[in-house]
């Protein structure tokens, strides 16, 4: 005949194993990813010669940013780190993509491509931007602060050398409001860009 402390080891082993095998079944939650998007231009192409061949980036973020969750600022020294909303791909490399597809927009041509597709043709220009802040607030506006130059192939000293601060308002207080003002604030970027680019000689 077994004890009954026995009898009441065996009924909580039970009971902690039935809840531990019920946590087990339930579901986590789930997590929303994004990435930003190309915005078409507004105005007519800039004329870029014809001789002109465009490398985007590289492209450096800050050390906050680099990271699969999507940050905001809640104040001039806090950041939140988003665990549920994401970005799909690294963001240096979707920043580059989209300014990649911005300015092909922007200039009329396909020759501008990513720094490291220099297989597709010769670059002749590299557009280099070191992206000092790219954060907001749902409940706020985005702030893109970068300084980005224009480089001849081969050359150290650029031919242009910009500092640029865009203030985009959120119009939906959501992480989807959130990353399409951080969109607009790239596409303004890449008008910017390309009137530079259109200016040089071949």
């Not at 009924?11 to 939650?29: D, E």
């Not at 105005?43 to 990271?67: F, K």
């Not at 020759?111 to 931007?129: I, N, Q």
Request: aromatic fraction near 4%.
């Amino acid at each position: 005949m077994m004890a009954p402390n026995g009898r009441l080891g065996i009924l909580v082993f039970s009971l902690a194993l039935a809840m531990g095998l019920a946590g087990c079944t339930g579901k986590s939650p789930k997590s929303d990813f994004y990435t930003l998007g190309t915005t078409p231009a507004t105005g007519p192409a800039a004329q870029l010669s014809v001789d002109l061949a465009i490398a985007v980036g590289p492209v450096t973020i800050p050390a906050e940013l680099d990271r699969k969750q999507i940050v905001t600022r809640d104040g001039d020294n806090r950041v939140k780190v988003a665990e549920l909303s994401r970005w799909a791909g690294p963001l240096q490399d979707n920043i580059t993509a989209v300014l990649t597809a911005n300015l092909a927009a922007r200039l009329g041509t396909d020759k501008v491509a990513p720094h490291y597709r220099e297989s597709l043709f010769p670059f002749t220009h590299r557009v280099v931007l070191n992206i000092n802040r790219f954060d907001g607030h749902p409940q706020g506006d985005v702030l893109l602060d970068v300084t980005w130059s224009i480089k001849q192939n081969g050359q150290s000293t650029p031919l242009v050398i910009q500092h640029t601060e865009i203030r985009t308002p959120v119009t939906s207080p959501d992480y989807n409001g959130l990353v399409a003002a951080q969109s607009k604030t790239l596409a303004e970027l890449s008008d910017q860009i390309a009137a530079a680019l259109g200016q040089l000689a071949p």
